[in-house]
């Protein structure tokens, strides 16, 4: 090894997955990358010591691979599909804008929607909205260019932890959900695999939590890294774990006095004490058309928001009162005996016993009503904590849910049953409580507290889409219909791919009875994706892609999805290019900061071959397509991270003119600075590059939402449901008025109060609908995070791969080791497993840690055109997975679940 | 003298690989060549099932094995407790890995690289053709513990003098220290908590310790 | 990923054979020296001797990493015997030759000697493998020795039916004895690792590696040996069958130990760690017999 010349450590961002962004340095020796480093200077701000996670170390590995394509490609070969040679010959950028710019015009031409009205653009990226902050000003070029169909989805929207998203978003502004883990004592996990998925932060966190005495009892069909690290493991059969929640629930309500609950926290904030009616609406103030309580100091019905009452939480109460139902629809009662919303939730949980749960879930007898008592006796109920001045409760429980758990059927039950239990005991929103962490849905997002404001019913406002006559929308604007079918998947830039983003796929084959017919797209973009190889039924959405007329892949090496391409664009990578990112304050799972800034990915090295900035790309597509102007004012409102202007600055790009990467993000840098120091600082590019990084503190309680709802006088919608019952019924009645009865058992899940259903059995019922019987697919097939793997194509990085392989069950199919030899099956051997839609195979791993009638695939490797990655020969579920509209839910979530049958192949 | 150990807080750590990715990479180290690594240990029967992780490598045992064996004395300790290989004196007899008991010694017979027989750039600014077909194992990352003197840091605590794996580990389960200094960070951490050292009884006295519970 | 122990992969054959060849070359100079019936017996013996040492050095020379720096091996008699085996092995070849060439003096003695001082050596190399359990059990060093000696006696027994003047039966006796002693050596050691434990995979190779060894590398060449003593008749026969039986098992014993049983240590943890409140679980050592 010589002693190299010159070094130098330039700051960097890694955001490989949605569990960061990570801060890091990369060591530059004579002009070559050779170490990733956490960014020691981020190590005071950043609540994961400033570390970075594994897959940051790959990055190296990923600039400097061989099977990079350096240089843009055009198909030959016009015949697409698998089997098919693409014919890929070298070209110059020129001739690739040429040949896109082409299109473009083309397309424009036409008008920007086709015959059916679905944009003729469409574009695509991988999850968590992650490749946005690798492919620099496009957002902006997408806004240029107009109306974009974001709906076909690689996973998003159906594999994500969906229904927490939407629910969490609709209770308490929780894109996702999080237990306060530094200060919270017992946490309960069902599926959430926090070690894996959390990031530096989750693992930073959860450390600290455990050896201060943290206690988590993980809930998984098989002993994931979590359950490792967690106190206790309850080996749960897949998706019962609602009838676990609601066993809890029927203890606390039904066993335990209720003083032991947070009865104050019940009646003054949350809708417990609300009256409901015979139609199973609100019963509201005739006049006010306010819903009502029964004031115990006046003894009478009163709005809920009559100052100084003692609402009555539990009894039926005589009254005179309005109830409004769907589409308009009222009732008036006289003498009526209203329910308060919580006797309703008694009447409903009544029959949901330890016992009954236990039978359900396939676990020891007594764990649900133990566990119910821990977690009464951990949340400390009555206990406070004062927080900047603020006196607020102090509830150290919390419960976790992961994918599977909070996704497909059965996943509502429990988001509910969840955002429920820590109502119970005061502890949503609160300091060691269960806390929402982003938004997503609402707007603005700037704070999970910026879009929180008093509906009429006292509640927080939601942006549904609309349900009623005269808005609802009966064409969808984009293919996976989101707005049409998911009232709860609002109307922000993330909502479409919320969406139920396998209709994109599967109504373009085939669309249901009376749906407007679902084209292909005139043109697709598509980066840091690849949904031929990472959504369900694989060889199907393949096919889809091989009919896309013209896609335009920004492409890091060959893959299964640009295997379809006409032309493909190769960008600098993670530490070749520049873009500004902002970090801190709240964002995914366990990224909520005691402070907030920006911070810079940079070039620490000269991009390989001839690939080149995506800034750069962005801006000659706009120039070609004739968007300059578009795509500068896109820039100036904000497309590229910040807003270049403001009352106190002004960074703005001149419209007209064409700007290089280093002038936009050079703005971009200076408005940022403006803007953490209210107009103060300008530091530009040249700061961000030295310093990487530039935070300002803000105030822990913005991370509880509950003091801005008290402040507000607003409740939380728990636990009954009016709302979703009004929205469901009129979603029904449109539907319905349009000839659609297709999603009538969706429709069932609106409801008041949630109950619970076989949910295993909708799976059961499918295999058997397609042939199947539950003796020929005995075994359950779930999956898991891989932290070393997951989202940021670490699947071709060898180092990845190889310190992945320290873990167990990467590469093969996990089974109990019991059951395994039963079955003749050792250690290593070859085995196929198949479900009804398909087959795949790779070597067993026998072990203990996983139930008997489950199997794990951990990795998800179908590859068959990925330099590396087609070499692995490991299983993958994503071909054993139909997408079906019986296993989709009413958000359009399904799960990755089915039952399937496993042989031997070969011994070792 | 300072005697430098590595502490391992077991109740934390989540097999992440970070620091494998990190130690491969700050080392250079050819694949498969972990110097660090966290190896995934299952015990127990269904349903009552552990599973641990434990990060091994070299321990530099104060009595190390490695180093009696050695008929080179490529492998030597230093004042400081490090063990570390004279790559220039070492004859590859392997006798240094058979007496280690802890599978901490590597050797390397033909250059691997991640991506076929040609190095990608990093790996062919840093390959090191004096490692081939000797011992290689961890070194405490020597060279940074040695600045450490040079411009009066302290490695465990700063950054640029504490080895690759403590510096990227995500979950604060590597500590890295003075055990003879009362006052240091690992001093401090083994004195609040439990602790063993793996394989202790036989006798090679090693630096490592596996922090296991409270007191 | 390998938690429980794995083969050691550094020594293959190549360093078995070190131990074969350094074993009954050892052996063999002794039994050459106390027995030779002539000058060319003697002569044909140590210089086989010599030779077999000779090839087991070749073979390890021919498996290190850097060859060319083989001298460095000297370097280190402090404490490796690895070392000391090196610096043995000089003036044991340098006096092996000195009493081949003069064919008799104090260079005799002193090879032979020099000869269990290297055998010896050979016993505290294995011994001293801290890595690898099977050998680091004490009671390998008496078994090497005894083994060396039995080859020697075995190979000397079976030499002299071909070569002049050497007596039969007295060598028969010394082979009997020998594997006396070799059958005690191997007792003790296998009692000792079943005693100590070893890990599973190794314990799969030593049982029943010893159930046909004790039969095939002891009984036989027991009662071939016994039934030769007293059955003088058939004696150059049996004696050249128990000695060549006996040798080939005394290889066949230092190939397991050395190239098959040579599993590592592997893991263990004296207690599971306590994660959060979670419950105190006693310790595991996977992949080991106890």
Not at chain 2, 5 to 28: F, P, V
Not at chain 2, 127 to 151: H, I
Request: charged letters at 20%.
């Amino acid at each position: 090894m010589t002693t190299a010349k010159s070094v130098k450590k330039v700051p960097q961002y890694c955001y490989q997955c949605v569990a960061g962004p990570d801060l890091l340095t990369v060591k530059v020796e004579d002009g070559v990358a050779t170490e990733i480093e956490p960014n020691f200077s981020a190590s005071d701000v950043h609540p994961g010591a400033g570390k970075c996670c594994v897959k940051a170390y790959g990055i190296i590995q990923k600039t400097y691979s061989p099977n990079r394509l350096l240089q843009p490609m055009k198909r030959t070969n016009p015949k697409k599909g698998r089997e098919e040679d693409p014919g890929f010959v070298p070209i110059s950028w020129d001739e690739a804008f040429d040949i896109v710019a082409a299109k473009m015009h083309e397309i424009r031409a036409k008008g920007l929607r086709n015959a059916e009205g679905y944009p003729r653009a469409a574009a695509s990226f991988g999850g968590g909205g992650i490749p946005t902050y690798y492919m620099g000003t496009f957002p902006a070029f997408l806004a240029a260019w107009g109306p974009v169909d974001l709906s076909f989805g690689s996973g998003q929207g159906v594999s994500c932890t969906h229904s927490e998203h939407l629910y969490g978003e609709l209770w308490h502004r929780a894109f996702t959900v999080c237990p306060d883990t530094p200060s919270c004592n017992y946490v309960l996990s069902f599926g959430g695999n926090v070690e894996a998925s959390g990031g530096v932060v989750g693992g930073w966190r959860h450390g600290e939590a455990r050896a201060r005495g943290l206690k988590r009892i993980d809930f998984e069909p098989h002993l994931s890294v979590t359950a490792a690290a967690s106190a206790e493991w309850v080996p749960i059969k897949p998706k019962t774990d609602a009838a676990f929640l609601f066993g809890m629930i029927h203890v606390l309500v039904h066993e335990m006095p209720r003083e032991s609950l947070d009865v104050f926290f019940l009646k003054q904030h949350t809708g417990s004490p609300y009256l409901v009616g015979p139609n199973g609406f609100y019963l509201r103030d005739p006049v006010t058309r306010k819903p009502l309580l029964w004031d115990l100091k006046r003894n009478a019905a009163v709005p809920f928001d009559t100052p100084d009452t003692d609402p009555a939480l539990e009894g039926s109460f005589t009254l005179d009162a309005l109830e409004v139902g769907a589409d308009g629809q009222e009732w008036q009662h006289r003498g009526y005996a209203g329910e308060t919303s919580f006797s309703k939730l008694l009447t409903r949980v009544k029959s949901y016993t330890p016992e009954w749960a236990e039978q359900i879930c396939d676990i020891k007898t007594g764990t649900v009503r133990r566990i119910a008592a821990e977690w009464v006796e951990q949340a400390q109920v009555g206990a406070t904590v004062e927080i900047e001045g603020e006196v607020l409760p102090y509830r150290p429980v919390s419960i976790q849910f992961g994918r599977t758990v909070n996704n497909g059927w059965g996943a509502y039950e429990c988001v509910w049953a969840r955002t429920l239990l820590a109502c119970l005991v005061g502890g949503l929103e609160v300091p060691g409580g269960t806390l929402g962490t982003t938004v997503r849905l609402n707007r603005p997002a700037t704070t999970r507290q910026a879009s929180v404001k008093i509906n009429e019913d006292g509640f927080m406002y939601y942006p549904m889409n609309p349900t009623d006559k005269a808005t609802w929308a009966p064409t969808p604007a984009v293919r996976n219909a989101h707005a049409t079918m998911v009232p709860l998947s609002a109307s922000s830039p993330w909502s479409t791919a919320l969406g139920p983003t396998h209709f994109s796929w599967m109504f373009q084959k085939e669309s249901p009875e009376n749906w407007p017919k679902v084209t292909a797209p005139d043109i697709w973009f598509c980066y840091r994706t690849n949904p031929s190889i990472s959504f369900w039924d694989t060889k199907e959405v393949s096919k889809r892609i091989a009919e896309f007329p013209f896609i335009v892949a920004f492409a890091y090496s060959y893959d299964e999805t640009n295997h379809m391409a006409d032309v493909l664009l190769p960008e600098c990578t993670d530490i070749e290019s520049t873009q500004l990112i902002r970090i801190g304050g709240s964002k995914f799972i366990e990224q909520f900061w005691d402070h907030e800034g920006f911070a810079l990915r940079q070039p620490a090295v000269e991009p390989r071959g001839d690939t080149r900035d995506f800034t750069e790309i962005a801006t000659e597509l706009a120039v070609r397509a004739g968007l300059l102007e578009e795509y500068n004012e896109a820039i100036n409102r904000g497309s590229a991270c910040v807003r270049l202007s403001d009352e106190n600055y002004d960074f703005s790009l001149d419209p007209k003119q064409r700007h290089t990467p280093d002038v936009i993000w050079d703005r971009t840098c200076r408005a940022a600075s403006a803007e953490l120091t209210d107009g103060k600082d300008s530091d530009g590019l040249d700061w961000y590059k030295e310093h990487g990084l530039r935070t300002r503190p803000i105030s822990r309680l913005s991370w509880y939402l509950f003091p801005e709802l008290k402040k507000q006088g607003i409740r939380f919608e728990m636990p009954f449901q009016e709302r979703l019952y009004r929205v469901g019924l009129e979603l029904g009645n449109r539907l319905h008025e349009h000839g659609i009865k297709w999603w009538d058992t969706q429709l069932e899940e609106y409801g008041g109060l949630p109950t619970i259903h076989d949910f295993p059995g909708i799976w059961e019922r499918e295999t058997i609908k397609h042939g199947g019987s539950l003796e020929e697919f005995p075994f359950w097939l779930i999956t898991s995070r891989s932290m070393q793997y997951a989202w940021g194509s670490n699947v071709g990085v060898q180092l990845m791969d190889e310190v992945a392989g320290n873990m167990r069950g990467h590469k093969g199919v996990v089974i109990n080791r019991s059951r395994a030899e039963e079955l003749g099956i050792a250690d290593g051997d070859l085995v196929e497993v198949h479900s009804y839609t398909g087959k795949t195979q790779g070597p067993a791993v026998l072990s203990q840690g996983i139930r008997p009638d489950t199997l794990l695939m951990m990795g998800q490797f179908d590859h068959w055109a990925t330099p590396y990655a087609k070499d692995m020969k490991a299983p993958s579920m994503n071909s054993l997975i139909a997408m079906s509209m019986a296993l989709t839910d009413s958000t359009g979530s399904g799960a990755d679940l089915v039952r399937v049958g496993v042989k031997k192949l070969e011994s070792v | 003298m300072p005697r430098y150990i590595m502490t391992a807080d077991l109740r934390r750590c989540i097999g992440c690989q970070t620091c494998t990715a990190s130690c491969r990479q700050t080392n250079a180290t050819p694949p498969g060549v972990q110097w660090r690594q966290v190896i995934d240990v299952e015990s127990g029967e269904y349903p009552d099932v552990r599973r641990s992780f434990i990060p091994v490598g070299c321990q530099h045992c104060g009595d190390p094995p490695c180093m009696h064996v050695c008929p080179t004395t490529a492998t030597y300790q230093r004042d400081d407790g490090l063990v570390e290989i004279d790559y220039e004196k070492c004859i590859g007899c392997g006798y240094c890995a058979v007496a280690c008991p802890y599978q901490a010694r590597h050797i390397t017979h033909r250059a691997t690289f991640a991506y076929g027989d040609k190095p990608m750039a990093p790996e062919e600014a840093r390959f090191d053709a004096r490692r081939m077909s000797v011992a290689t194992k961890c070194t405490f990352c020597m060279d940074r513990v040695d600045a450490a003197k040079e411009n009066g840091l302290t490695p465990g605590v700063d950054p640029e003098v504490t080895p690759a794996c403590v510096n990227s580990c995500i979950a604060g389960v590597l500590a890295f220290g003075d055990k003879q200094d009362p006052h240091s960070n690992v001093s401090k951490l083994l004195d609040e908590t439990q602790h063993f050292r793996m394989h202790e009884e036989l006798g090679a006295d090693p630096g490592f310790y596996y922090i296991w519970d409270k007191k | 990923m390998r938690v429980t122990p794995w083969h050691q992969t550094n020594w293959d054959w190549r360093a078995a054979a070190n131990f074969i060849g350094g074993g009954t070359g050892a052996g063999l100079l002794f039994f050459a020296t106390l027995a030779s019936g002539s000058l060319e017996a003697y002569r044909f013996q140590a210089l086989l001797a010599l030779a077999l040492i000779g090839l087991g050095l070749t073979c390890v020379w021919a498996e290190i990493g850097r060859p060319w720096r083989a001298l460095n091996v000297f370097l280190h008699p402090q404490t490796s015997w690895m070392t000391r085996e090196g610096i043995v092995a000089v003036p044991l070849f340098l006096c092996g030759l000195a009493a081949v060439w003069f064919g008799g003096g104090i260079f005799v003695g002193v090879a032979a000697l020099l000869g269990v001082v290297f055998l010896y050596c050979q016993g505290r190399i294995l011994h001293a493998a801290k890595g690898i359990p099977a050998w680091r059990e004490p009671m390998i060093v008496p078994l090497i020795l005894a083994t060396g000696f039995t080859e020697g006696a075995a190979l000397a027994t079976a030499l002299a039916a071909v070569l002049p003047g050497t007596s039969p039966r007295w060598l028969a006796g010394a082979l009997l004895g020998a594997l006396i002693l070799r059958r005690i050596a191997w007792t003790l050691y296998f009692r000792a690792i079943e005693k100590t434990g070893l890990p599973t995979k190794a314990m799969d190779v030593m049982r029943p590696f010893g159930a046909k060894f004790e039969m095939i590398g002891q009984l036989a060449p027991e009662i071939l040996v016994v039934a030769g003593i007293f059955y003088g008749g058939v004696l150059p026969f049996f004696a050249v069958l128990a000695g060549l039986v006996a040798v080939a098992t005394g290889w066949w014993l230092k190939y397991t130990i050395v190239a098959r049983a040579a599993y590592n240590q592997g893991y263990a943890l004296p207690i599971l760690p306590v994660r959060g409140q979670g419950e105190v679980k006693p310790g595991i050592k996977p992949g080991w017999t106890k």
